[in-house]
């Protein structure tokens, strides 16, 4: 059972009623105590294998395999949930005596795995994301080479494995198909990994506009004055998609630099996710605010809920009250700039150089450096205002601007306005041209 289906009552009384008599948990069950309880008066044996936080009771399972135990003596406890069944899967097959090369073929999944699920590339997640995507590039896995090739991307990174193929495989969970997800990775036929590779792509256009329409819906709740002055962002909604919501809480705190809680009502209950922001611990916040929560899960910065319909106000209330007292508007946004440069000296090989440094994701970004007093000779906006595209001059230098998302910054400056900017240094490569851009993540007037 994995985290995209879950450990509920109704997956396990489909396990009992197929004969199975062991149930292996992928990225759940660590809070899944009643539902393990139930399997046991089945007699199915149950081994949990998790990296969400546990509760003060661990689950009766055989075995509980979750390096945020609090008995924990593994010394890396940030693995993906993927790189936690990963572990235990090594750990059977040194016991049993399996040749080396028989488990780290599997890098390549397990890569994709720890890359999508937006843990810290450090220590052993690091030595997964680099030699994964060695694999990867090369992979035999026939689902995964085709979706790869649907992609589009030249270049098999980090940055295409977060934006390109982990969206796919997201968007079936999400939208209810989590099976083709994993039919794609065990099929042997090609023909069928690209019908279902279609689907995903389907899916996840499907996925956009219900997430596009949920955003806008909850960007008109935030419009009322008395929302905006709360210290956090609790919204519920009919014909919200729960498996969608997380991406709009995400964008909602994104946005308005607050942690965010959004529900979608589904007859007497209300699921849904959160998403915080740096210094606001969101697990340990439920932990507090649980008078009316049903069901949590989750970490620091992300969490899954569910409570009862009509307890809806009591929680909002009572976690405003408590996010009012951590006194969360201190905390305010920063980037953290690793250096500030002059466009006259960045070279195309000082870029390439940086390669050195992936993969990047969470816990090894890619390094935002700031240019200081350019020259816009050119600005205007992409995708019917959603990007923004600039072209900047230093003396007798040029320099392509892209920020995405940020194209509602476009009115606020003119031709001849002097900026400084932060993002990342990038290669453009088109028709066998190369150049420099910067992806932008900030701009302001000059200020020197």
């Not at 792509?201 to 008395?226: G, H, L, T, V, W």
């Amino acid at each position: 059972l994995h985290e995209g289906y879950g450990l509920n009552e109704n997956a396990i009384r489909e396990i009992a009623d197929n004969k199975h008599t062991l149930i292996i948990t992928v990225d759940c069950g660590i809070t899944g105590n009643k539902e393990i309880e139930l399997a046991k008066s089945f007699g199915i044996d149950t081994v949990v294998t998790d990296h969400h936080e546990p509760t003060e009771t661990l689950p009766d399972a055989v075995a509980v395999v979750d390096c945020k135990r609090k008995d924990n003596k593994y010394p890396f406890n940030g693995l993906a949930g993927v790189g936690v069944a990963f572990k235990l899967t090594q750990a059977i097959s040194m016991r049993l005596g399996v040749r080396e090369e028989e488990y780290l073929k599997y890098l390549d999944l397990v890569c994709v795995g720890t890359i999508s699920d937006i843990v810290p590339l450090v220590d052993e997640n690091r030595t997964i994301s680099k030699l994964g995507l060695k694999l990867v590039r090369q992979t035999r896995n026939i689902g995964l080479k085709v979706l790869l090739d649907s992609i589009g991307y030249k270049k098999i990174d980090s940055m295409a494995i977060s934006f390109g193929v982990a969206p796919r495989i997201n968007a079936c969970g999400r939208m209810g198909h989590e099976k083709e997800a994993l039919e794609l990775f065990l099929t042997d036929s090609k023909d069928e990994a690209e019908r279902i590779t279609h689907n995903l792509n389907e899916y996840n256009q499907e996925r956009q506009e219900i997430e596009k329409r949920i955003f806008n819906e909850a960007q008109k709740m935030m419009e009322d004055p008395e929302q905006q002055r709360l210290p956090c962002i609790v919204l519920g909604g009919e014909n919200w998609h729960h498996g969608v919501i997380g991406i709009v809480s995400s964008k909602i705190t994104d946005m308005y630099f607050k942690p965010s809680v959004l529900l979608c009502y589904e007859d007497d209950l209300a699921r849904g996710s959160g998403r915080s922001i740096p210094g606001f611990d969101l697990h340990e916040a439920l932990e507090k605010c649980s008078t009316y929560i049903k069901q949590f899960g989750g970490h620091s910065m992300a969490i899954g809920i569910t409570i009862e319909k009509d307890n809806f106000e009591k929680f909002k209330k009572e976690f405003e009250e408590y996010a009012e007292k951590s006194n969360i508007s201190s905390i305010v946004p920063v980037i953290k700039i690793d250096e500030k440069v002059q466009l006259q000296d960045i070279s195309i090989k000082d870029i390439k150089d940086l390669e050195l440094l992936e993969p990047f994701g969470e816990g090894n970004k890619m390094p935002l450096f700031q240019i200081s007093n350019l020259k816009i000779t050119s600005i205007r906006t992409l995708s019917e205002g959603k990007h923004l595209k600039a072209m900047l001059q230093d003396e007798n230098k040029y320099i392509d601007t892209i920020g995405f998302n940020l194209g509602n910054i476009s009115s606020e400056y003119a031709i001849g306005s002097k900026v400084d900017v932060v993002g990342n240094l990038e290669i453009n490569s088109y028709k066998g041209m190369e150049n420099i851009q910067i992806n932008l993540k900030d701009m302001r007037h000059s200020i020197s």
